[in-house]
């Protein structure tokens, strides 16, 4: 197909194995949202737990290191707005207003199942939201300088 002046040729850079990362994590959560449910596969996104940036090879590839969850889900716990304890209870940080919880379809009640082998990633995914609410409290109180 040739080139038109709208058109260019680029490198990507794909994660090798995500397909069968998301194939596995769709069986393991039955096709659903693992948080609320939702069970349209076009809206669906294999999330890894601890980023895939940081991990290693035989983290990038472990099932344990996955969740299942909405568009919406994942880009709130991507972001650090939301994350789990170690039951799987929902933590919801205080940068989402209350009254914003019913547009984000977020409920204070809702948790995951969160077994022992997942506990390491979601420990490590917690520490990274606490460097970077940390980091944002240091650049606020500079710029109030």
């Known amino acids: 197909m040739p080139l038109t002046a709208d058109d260019r040729y680029v490198v990507a850079k794909a994660r090798i194995g995500q397909l069968t990362f998301r194939k596995r994590l769709i069986e393991k959560y039955n096709g659903a949202c693992c948080l609320c449910g939702l069970n349209f596969p076009q809206l669906l996104v294999a999330s890894h737990i601890k980023p895939w940036a ?4 035989i983290e990038k590839a472990d099932i344990h290191n996955g969740l299942l969850l909405c568009r919406n889900h994942d880009a709130l ?5 939301i994350n789990f304890d170690t039951k799987g209870k929902i933590i919801i940080y205080e940068t989402i207003a209350r009254t914003d919880y019913p547009k984000l379809f ?10 022992k ?17 940390t980091l944002e409290v240091i650049r606020l109180s500079m710029s109030i300088k």
């Open 54 to 57: 940081y991990c290693n090879p």
């Open 77 to 81: 716990f991507a972001q650090h707005l």
């Open 106 to 115: 977020l409920d204070e009640n809702m948790r995951i199942t969160l077994i």
């Open 117 to 133: 082998e997942m506990r390491g990633y979601m420990l490590a995914h917690r520490r990274m939201a606490l460097g970077k609410k």
